[in-house]
């Protein structure tokens, strides 16, 4: 009697087993959440396509790059245009400032975006829009974008860093594990500073170190059992990794041919371009070159040619880069982006110079996915705002960078307090200059 | 117990002989049970149906749905129905308390009937306490932060206005007054305590004060024994303007408790009555609760809320609190606010107006009855009416307020305008699509084996049996044994990255066998002409990386048959340009890059 009793709500063996899957690792959940999924949601998801590009180095104008000087010129408007004459390009169709000639020759391989917009008009934020796509708050800090590549997109090479940050500092993870955060490299040339094994150190001792520490760690780590804290260790055990990898050369621009130094000339962003070239090679996801000196308040003609052409300027690099990737067979998997956080007054002020214009700029994507020869939109005539297509925000070009890496632009990461964040916000990817 | 009740009341009608002008229709409760009869009389608050069998049931009024009680107060003005307990046909066959008591027991076992649960006994503390008000909501005792706290807002929407609708705040300038959004949560807020609906606390029916009912626009309307309380565009006659505006000492000062109304409060409800003491718009439906005619448009109040309360809210309901723990609702979705049925749930939005197909609303209810994911999962599938409202409701815009056109369900969708043309060539299926079809899509154990030698092994796509091969981790450590693992994968290998090892010719040799092979990077490896010998057999090949090789003339001569070829790179091996310029001239159409 009491057997039976005890028997009436009993559970088979079976059933118990799959309850409890359901209950424990989700696997009822799954095909029932998977039938909500929207079909244009889908479209978005990863994997949903191949990705056509792999990489991305992005090049960034800090201090926000004249539009009208650079990548964005009205030929035919004297008065906003001052004394910069344009000149045509390897595309039909195409103009570019006589500032940027060599970069002129690559415009078959690359579009420009002519009505980026932004909503913040100071460079800290403007920046910070740019690499985040979320509005600088002081509750959160964002992860950057190139974060984000990280965190989604998976390693390729698993000993060095998926995302690397040449010259300017940020490009931290945020809120996503550290190990995402970029790997900052202060000045090309010396490469990745304080990474050789001491000399007086042979291995075994150095073996001995690490595990005293990992003893020391063991029991703070088996107290608290969180991502941060797996993700420092993890951070130690990439360093050892990358110490002893030959990958490490990646970093060592050194060993490039001269001729390779000659081509990309010898300021610090053309060393900076050819060691994002380096680390594309050795398979980095994502590089950030970033160049400053284009805050031209005054005197902009002559500071904004000189940060285009001669040996201090981007041109040479820039073209330097393309050709280097495409002669390597590596342009086609890599995305090269050169943008600025906003772009400067059509206006010539009273020192000849030119203030943030937040209200229209440009962005120039050449490489990997990217339909070659294509401007998008148009300008008024003065340049001042996006007259033809839409305008394009920061959200949305970091949108498009990522559908083209083949990411899940609706993938939810939160942050501590549980808030939702996507890697591109609500970015609508730009198809029309996606092959 | 049962023979006192039986004593009270048993009259035995033919519905034949209830020659009243009233008909037999369906009446209905907020909770969706329904009752078909006609009324054959009232006593107070109290109206008295009789059902088909000729039965009378005693039913407050307070507990039919709101346009069955317009229709009766509107009957009664009408004097279609007569005041008190009518008077028993004698024209009837008399009934024994035995068969009665017999029927009773049957319509208490019976509890499927939603119709029968309506106690066909006249005692009126049974009926109020089967018939109940709605439970008040769910009291929200959520934690402090919780996602769910939050208020949310649909897309397009103002927060504010958002803000104004859920808290009833104050219309924007120059908005005429609207009774449901502004009138009544002060009235809610401040009166309700008192003037409530009659609701039942443990087995007692609790009344208004003053018989006075200030939820819903026709009580406000209707007023008590002493009157309305409100007079359109007549602000002295209007009681309820004149009780709030007492001074705080006064006896008939209302709220008597909890402060007075703030002035802003008052302004609303005077310029309210000054308008006209309108009803709110689109707020009376005679098909609330059930489905609407064809010719009406779908709203979302009268019609949808009413249905998925029935049948969804059980799991998508509000979160609450229950044993200290939040209950949260299934999937994450809730529908029990407009806002949360248009906002979805994590996995995106659920209702797409205008476009049925899209809407995973539409089609979890139209699934197959035995298919795993129909919604409602328990019970009968939703009837046929009820998916089509839900249908026209969607195509009708799935606005809030109903639209202004009813909309055809069985209309012809609109051909779907296409967004962005992206190529007109994508239409046609990509090298590397049709290619996928060939083969089968790897299994999770294939691709761990072949990644046993340090390769990455990938698919390109979810769901796509091609594989990206590559050796980017330690590259200088792998050497032509590693491609042995790829045996399983051979026919899933699309590209192949072996650039920077320290593989030989046997490497590439041995990728010939790879038939669906159409990228191939060998740059920086020792390989040399030797290698390339077997590559024509690779029909798809589209790229070959062999900058950084040992290639030279003789080798690339092979490559010359190779038509199909898209890119070649030869940058740094030991081809020289007479030896491009060779390979350029059998190969016009093929992108070969040498050099700067």
Redesign the interface.
């Known amino acids: 009697m009491n057997m039976s009793i005890n028997n009436i709500d009993e559970l088979g063996r079976r059933e118990f087993i799959a309850n409890a899957a359901k209950a424990c690792l989700g696997v009822g959940l799954m ?3 998977g ?7 889908k479209a978005l ?7 056509k590009a792999r990489h991305v180095i992005y090049l960034n104008m800090g201090g926000a790059m004249s539009h009208l000087d650079t990548f964005g010129p009205k030929p035919n408007n004297p008065d906003i245009q001052g004394p910069v004459k344009s000149i045509p390009t390897s595309a039909d169709g195409v103009i570019l400032s006589e500032y940027l000639p060599l970069t002129a020759k690559h415009m078959h391989n690359a579009a420009i975006i002519k009505t980026m917009v932004t909503s913040q008009g100071a460079h800290e934020q403007a920046s910070y829009l740019m690499h985040t796509s979320y509005l600088k708050r002081g509750t959160i800090v964002h992860p950057t974008f190139g974060s984000w590549v990280s965190k989604l997109s ?1 390693t ?4 060095i860093p998926r995302n690397v940050k040449i010259g300017g500092g940020g490009g931290g993870a945020g809120f996503l594990e550290a190990e995402h955060g970029a790997l900052p490299i202060g000045d090309p040339k010396s490469g990745l500073a304080n990474s050789k094994m001491a000399s007086y150190l042979d291995d075994s001792k150095f073996g001995n170190r690490l595990a005293m520490a990992e003893k020391l760690n063991t029991n703070f780590s088996t107290q608290y059992q969180q991502k941060q804290v797996r993700a420092y260790s993890k951070l130690y055990e990439d360093a050892v990794k990358l110490m002893k ?3 490490l050369n990646a970093f060592d621009i050194s060993q490039e041919p001269q001729m390779m130094h000659d ?1 990309y000339g010898t300021s610090n962003f053309g060393q900076g371009c050819l060691l994002a070239r380096r680390l594309i090679e ?2 980095v996801r994502y590089v950030e070159v970033t160049r400053g000196g284009w805050d031209t308040h005054d005197n902009n003609f002559e500071a904004v040619s000189m940060n285009c052409g001669g040996e201090n300027g981007i041109d040479q690099p820039l073209n330097a880069l393309l ?1 280097d990737l ?4 590596l342009l ?1 998997e890599t995305l090269v982006v050169l943008t600025s956080e906003f772009g400067r007054t059509p206006n010539i002020n009273g020192r000849d110079g030119r203030d943030h214009w937040p209200y229209c700029f440009t962005a120039f994507l050449a490489g990997g996915g990217i339909k070659g020869g294509t401007t998008y939109g148009e300008t008024d005539d003065q340049g001042r705002t996006p007259a033809e297509g839409k305008p394009i925000k920061p959200e949305d070009l970091n949108a498009t960078i990522a559908y083209n890496l ?1 990411l899940p632009l ?1 993938d ?1 990461q939160y942050s501590p ?2 808030r ?1 964040f996507t890697l591109a916000h609500n970015g609508e990817p730009l ?2 200059i ?2 | 117990m049962i023979g006192k009740k039986l004593g009270l009341y048993i009259f035995l009608v033919f519905s034949l002989c209830a020659a009243q002008a009233e008909d037999f229709r369906i009446y209905r409760t907020p909770q969706g049970q329904s009752f078909n009869g006609k009324a054959v009389g009232y006593e107070g608050q109290t109206i008295i149906l009789a059902d088909e069998g000729g039965s009378f049931v005693k039913i407050p009024l307070s507990s039919l749905s709101r346009d069955d009680q317009v229709y009766l107060v509107e009957s009664v003005k009408a004097k279609r129905i007569p005041q008190g307990m009518p008077k028993s046909q004698s024209s009837g066959t008399s009934v024994n308390s035995a068969s009665e008591l017999s029927r009773m027991d049957q319509n208490r076992s019976s509890t499927d009937n939603a119709a029968r649960s309506i106690s066909p006994n006249g005692v009126e503390l049974e009926s109020t306490e089967k018939i109940r008000r709605p439970k008040p909501p769910k009291k929200e005792l959520l934690r402090v ?1 919780s ?1 769910f706290a939050h208020l949310p807002v649909p897309l397009g929407v103002s927060p504010d206005e958002a803000m104004a609708k859920a808290k009833g705040a104050k219309p924007k300038p120059g908005e005429l007054i609207d009774f449901d959004r502004h009138v009544l949560p002060i009235l809610e807020q401040k009166c309700n305590d008192c003037h409530h609906a009659p609701f039942d606390r443990s087995g007692r029916l609790v009344n208004p004060k003053a018989s006075l009912r200030f939820d819903t626009y026709e009580q406000v309307m209707k007023g008590n024994l002493d009157g309305p309380v409100v007079v359109a565009n007549d602000l002295d006659n209007s009681n309820l303007y004149t009780v709030i505006n007492l001074p705080e000492d006064d006896d008939m000062f209302m709220p008597p408790k909890g402060g007075a109304l703030d002035t802003d409060q008052i302004d609303i409800i005077k310029r309210w009555i000054t308008e006209g003491a309108k009803p709110s718009k689109s707020s009376v439906s005679p098909t609330t609760g059930g489905v609407p005619n064809a010719n009406e448009p779908v709203s979302f109040n009268h019609h949808i809320l009413p249905l998925f309360e029935q049948r969804c809210m059980e799991c998508h309901g509000a979160p609450y609190v229950k044993n200290s723990r939040t209950i949260k609702p299934k ?1 994450g ?1 809730r529908l029990d606010t407009y806002e949360w049925v248009l906002k979805g ?6 209702v797409t107006p205008g476009d049925h197909f ?1 809407s ?1 609303l539409f089609s ?1 209810i139209t699934l197959d009855e035995d298919d795993p ?1 129909i919604m409602p999962p328990k019970g009968d599938p939703l009837s046929e009416e009820q998916v089509t409202m839900i249908k026209r409701w969607i195509l009708e815009g799935a606005g809030e307020q109903p639209a202004a056109v009813a909309a055809d369900p069985n209309a012809v969708p609109k051909p779907k305008e296409t967004k ?1 043309v ?2 007109q060539v994508q239409n046609q299926p990509t090298l ?1 699509e049709s290619l996928a079809r060939r083969a089968k899509i790897p299994s999770r154990t294939q691709i761990a084996g072949a990644e046993k030698t340090g390769a ?1 092994v ?7 049996s091609l594989v990206r091969a ?1 050796f ?3 590259a ?1 450590e792998i050497d032509d044994s590693a491609l042995s693992a790829f045996g399983g994968i051979k026919n899933n290998i699309s590209h192949l990255d072996v650039s ?1 090892t320290r593989i030989t010719d046997k490497t590439i040799l041995g990728a010939s066998s790879y038939p669906n092979l159409t990228w191939l ?1 060998a ?1 920086n490896t020792m390989v040399t002409d030797n290698g390339l010998k077997t590559l024509p057999s690779l029909q798809f090949l589209r ?1 070959i ?1 062999l ?1 950084g090789t040992k290639v030279s003339d003789k080798g690339i001569m092979t490559l010359a048959t190779m038509t199909d070829l898209e ?1 070649i ?1 030869l ?1 740094n091996s030991e081809v020289s340009e007479k030896g491009v310029e060779m390979l350029r001239k059998s190969l016009p159409k093929t992108k070969i ?1 040498a ?2």
């Open positions: 095909p029932m959440a039938s909500y999924i929207h079909n244009s949601v998801t990863p994997g949903a396509r191949p990705a998976g390729i090479n698993r000993t990898s030959e990958d081509l050795n398979k050709l495409e002669m390597r067979g086609k083949g609706n939810v307090s549980g939702p198809m029309d996606l092959a | 932060g996602f999937a979705l749930n994590l996995d995106g939005t659920i899209e995973t979890v994911e962005v992206l190529n590397l990455l990938r698919q390109l796509s979810e769901r796509n590559e980017s981790s330690f200088s920077r990077s740059r790229y990386n900058s890119e790179y940058w890059i050099g700067l």
